[in-house]
Structures are given as C-alpha cells and as structure tokens.
C-alpha cells in the first residue's frame, strides 16, 4: 500500500499515517448503516460484508454456494498446511492413501501451489498453501492454524474410557 499510494502521489507516506487511515477506515465501516465493514485478513485488508447482512445479499445476488471440500480434500490441505513444503509422496505416506485427485482440486481451487522441486530422485514437485487459503480461512499466518493444544481430550477420543 505504501509503494503504490508513493508512486501514486510523488512522495513518501509515512507508514503511520497509512496505519492511521486504515484505522480510521475500519471504525467508519463498523457503523451498523454500513452493511459491510473492513477486515484485516490474509496479511491485507478487506471489505467484507458483515453477518447480520450475508442472507440477504445472498437472495438479491442469487449466489449459489461454493461446493464445499471434501473429507479427502480437507485431510490433504490440512497435512500440507501443517508440514509444508512436502511433496505429494509424503503426503501419501502420511494419509496411507492415494491423494492425487484432492491435491489436483486443491490446485485447481487455488488454495494449495507448487512451490518447487525437491532435489530428490526424481524432482518430484513440492506443495504449499497459497494466499488464497489465507484468505479462504480467514488466517494472516500460519501460525494462526489451531495446534493441537487447541482441541480438548475427549473431543478427540475414540471409544469409552475404561475405568
């Protein structure tokens, strides 16, 4: 923002005053007559319409909603996401199972690229997230992914307890 507002108008702006507008930005649209506001996601900033608005933007527009991820495709984003860079092998050994056609939607989504090629044998490629699945998960980091400390215990248990 701060290159393309100094290329813009000839002359540095300073970062605080960027900061300050955006702030200034972001309280104006927090008004409810505003049906959308401004939201830091991904790194960058945003107008997104706000909740209390989204069904009924979505009758007027008539937008259909995006088909969802599968379970296959959902498992495989997740690995890449918390293992990243990897290639499709080891994201295979970690599943069990074939991933090709999930890794393919997930490029085709654009949520998942190919960030180079190992110097293994073979030069298989290698995989990452994208800016788009920053975006899609409403994250500015990685770091913001949910660690398993997150979860509670018995949310992750499989079967009874024995007493």
Do not use: W
Not at 76 to 86: E, F, R
Request: charged fraction near 25%.
């Amino acid at each position: 923002m701060q290159a393309c507002l100094s290329e813009m108008f000839g002359a540095d702006i300073p970062k605080k005053d960027i900061d300050l507008a955006l702030q200034e930005l972001s309280q104006k649209y927090a008004a409810e007559e505003y049906s959308f506001g401004l939201e830091h996601i991904g790194g960058g900033y945003q107008f997104l319409t706000k909740p209390a608005y989204q069904s009924s933007i979505q009758l007027l527009l008539r937008q259909h909603a995006q088909k969802r991820l599968s379970s296959a495709q959902l498992e495989t984003l997740a690995i890449i996401a918390y293992k990243q860079p990897l290639t499709k092998g080891e994201v295979e050994q970690i599943r069990g199972v074939a991933c090709d056609y999930s890794l393919q939607k997930l490029l085709e989504k654009e949520l998942v690229e190919i960030k180079g090629k190992s110097d293994g044998v073979g030069r298989p490629l290698i995989y990452g997230t994208s800016q788009k699945f920053m975006d899609y998960f409403g994250i500015n980091s990685l770091l913001d992914l949910p660690q398993l400390k997150d979860f509670s215990q018995p949310e992750n248990q499989i079967g009874e307890e024995k007493a």
